[in-house]
């Protein structure tokens, strides 16, 4: 039991860094594109003649501005950066929810009971979370390639598909919630015999 505390800690600390990344990477995200707005908003004269932004999916490139000048209509380069930005931010979003969530499920297990009552269940959340980013993450590819295609960065659309794997690793998680939702079973057995 020393052990499944102790490692519990390890992770939830783990969790909790996590969580203050994605807090940083969302202030990092919001001042990028401030600082992005406000290159745009600038007179093609006041940009600097050196400035060259390159914009890279996949195997294209998306190049925005070339020694000072912008490439692109601003209505081209508002659309690509809003939608980058706000799949980004789902994405962040994605990962603080589930870091929570872990925190959640060590919470007993730092104290050495694992098989609390409805443990089971946020684990059987995670497992639905899980799914939903997963299909999330496959529809946001596509509304991407959507906009990409809009904009004539890509010339084709990228296959969108669902990770076979990260479907496997929900399963996983659903059965892990049942093996923890006999483990209360029993823990409640126990108890009451006490």
Known sequence: MEKLTKTARVVDVFAKILFIFCIVAIC????????????????????????SMVLSLDDSDFVIFENG????????????????????????????????????????????????????????????????????????HFLLDTVFIAMGVESEPLPVSISVERIFAVMVIYLISYIFRYGEELQKQADETL
């Open 69 to 140: 000048q912008l490439t692109v209509t601003k209505q081209q380069f508002a659309i690509y950066v809003l939608s980058v930005s706000i799949t980004e931010a789902i994405g962040i979003v994605i990962l603080m929810i589930g870091a929570k969530l872990v925190r959640r499920i060590l919470s007993p297990m730092k104290e050495g009971r694992p098989f609390e009552e409805g443990i089971s269940d946020i684990i059987k959340k995670f497992g639905h979370f899980a799914l939903a980013g997963t299909v999330i993450d496959a529809f946001i």
């Open 28 to 51: 990092m995200l919001v001042v990028a594109n401030i600082f992005t707005a406000v290159m745009v908003s600038l007179p093609g004269d006041d940009l600097p003649k050196g400035l």
